[in-house]
């Protein structure tokens, strides 16, 4: 699809409005060859790769004025082998055709928390789940990746072949390759996982910060199993909320457990009675996994403007919860929120220097998340969001960024406040790998 295509607009709409580009041309290959063929083109011509899988990329990686954007959405083949416990698939795979598959035979592997975005992006940007804790990042499951190079290759990268373009690849992957194939390990789950989802009432900054303070003590005690995130939202206008608090203020509490359900409802319980206050709404039941992770789906709607910034804290300290309440009470808009997502576990098993993913030791990530569909409102969001970012890095003491969740900024700057430690082998690999600069063309690396 050209620009004098009637159809050019569509095929060049992403799901970030913010990120909204205007590229050359967008391909459609639906073979490796053909991936390679759309490599030789971005070489011969000059104009650089945008890879996009499932389009959901939040930095704008999956377009760019200019450039060829290879889609590759349509390479969708999926193969589990349960005796081996191992997926392998296709890079225009999601993350809810990816579950149904391997639940299917009680197995997982760690893939973000909506069913509708592409696993491969979400796996090469270190992608954060429900089972991060117990098993780890999305890219940590990753086995093997097959990727065409700048130079028209299809590469393995993998412990084995390749290791410095397989530990660069996981966490900065676009910017070395298109991925033609990903591998995964597999691990167990159960036919039913138990879950919580429970809304406090607050009053302003103070009450947050009271309930996180006791959120804060609870998860620092929990298995590794246990994944508790909470998050402020505007109660909806729906009959399951108190009509006389539709709008308000809430801390939301949503818990997983990846591991057996008896063991999973004792282990959230806690969290399901922090605060004096009685909760606004209370849900906690059993369902099948690839459920719980279609919980949070569908509500972020397409062309709407995304902006998320994630700050890595080394430890969740009192300034830190207090800062984060505050943030939490001062949203500029109704869909715009603070999400406190807990890693350490098996996230902080692995040494920051096997993979391109930074921040390891980190006890929280504070994600500020605004969203909006207004772009004369884009000062608004932005400036709340980079303020908070800024803000906690004052406070806390980081060391990187979640490169999924990283803000729209390029440059040197913007790449060493993502990659910290990590940023010069990974400029060494990306010229040895990609020297003219073929692949995300409006990437850090």
């Known amino acids: 699809m050209t620009p004098a295509d009637a159809r050019y607009d569509e095929a060049r709409r992403v799901w970030n409005g913010l990120t909204a580009a205007s590229p050359a041309a967008v391909a459609y290959p639906t073979t490796a060859a053909g991936v390679a063929r759309v490599v030789g083109t971005a070489r011969e011509t000059g104009l650089g790769i945008a890879t996009r899988s499932g389009g959901h990329s939040a930095t704008g990686t999956s377009t760019g004025d200019g450039v060829l954007v290879c889609g590759v959405g349509a390479m969708r083949g999926i193969a589990v082998d349960p005796d081996a416990r191992t997926a392998t698939v296709e890079p225009g795979v999601t993350v809810g055709e990816l579950d149904a598959a391997t639940t299917a035979h009680g197995l997982a592997t760690p893939q973000g928390v909506a069913p509708e975005v592409g696993v491969t992006g979400l796996t090469l940007g270190g992608g954060t789940g429900y089972l991060s804790r117990a098993h780890g990042l999305a890219c ?121 359900p008896d063991a999973g409802e004792r282990a959230l319980a806690p969290f399901r ?60 808009g109704d869909r715009d929120t603070v999400v406190v997502w807990p890693l350490g576990g098996a996230v902080a098993d692995i040494d920051p220097a096997d993979t391109a993913v930074p921040e390891r030791d980190a006890e929280v990530v504070l994600n500020f998340e605004a969203c909006w569909s207004d772009p004369d409102d884009d000062d608004a969001h932005l400036a709340w969001a980079r303020e908070s970012a800024a803000r906690a890095r004052d406070v806390g003491t980081v060391t990187g960024e979640l490169p999924n969740f990283s803000g729209t900024e390029r440059g040197d700057d913007a790449a060493r406040g993502v990659y910290a430690a990590n940023y010069d082998w990974l400029r060494e690999t990306k010229r040895r790998w990609d020297p003219d600069g073929v692949f995300s063309p409006s990437g850090r690396l």
Do not use: K
């Open 273 to 332: 009675e922090v605060g004096d206050a009685a909760p606004l709404f209370e849900r906690a039941d059993r369902r099948p996994y690839p459920e719980v992770q279609a919980y949070l789906g569908g509500g972020s709607p397409a062309g709407d403007r995304y902006y998320w910034r994630s700050v890595a804290v080394e430890a969740f300290t009192d300034d830190l919860v207090e800062l984060t309440a505050e943030r939490m009470a001062a949203l500029p």
């Open 140 to 260: 940590d499951r990753l086995a093997r990746v097959d990727l065409v190079t700048a130079a028209g290759e299809r590469v393995t990268a993998s412990p084995a072949a390749n290791p410095e373009l397989f530990r660069a690849v996981r966490g900065a992957g676009g910017e070395f390759g298109v991925a033609v194939e990903l591998a995964f390990d597999l691990v167990p789950v159960p036919d039913e996982v138990a879950m919580c989802d429970v809304w406090f009432p607050v009053d302003g900054a103070a009450d947050i910060a009271a309930l996180l303070h006791e959120y804060r003590a609870l998860v620092r005690e929990a298995p590794r199993e246990t994944n508790v995130s909470p998050y402020v939202a505007r109660v909806p206008d729906e009959p399951a909320f108190p009509d006389d608090r539709v709008g308000d203020l809430a801390l939301c509490v949503l818990g997983v457990h990846g591991g057996a």
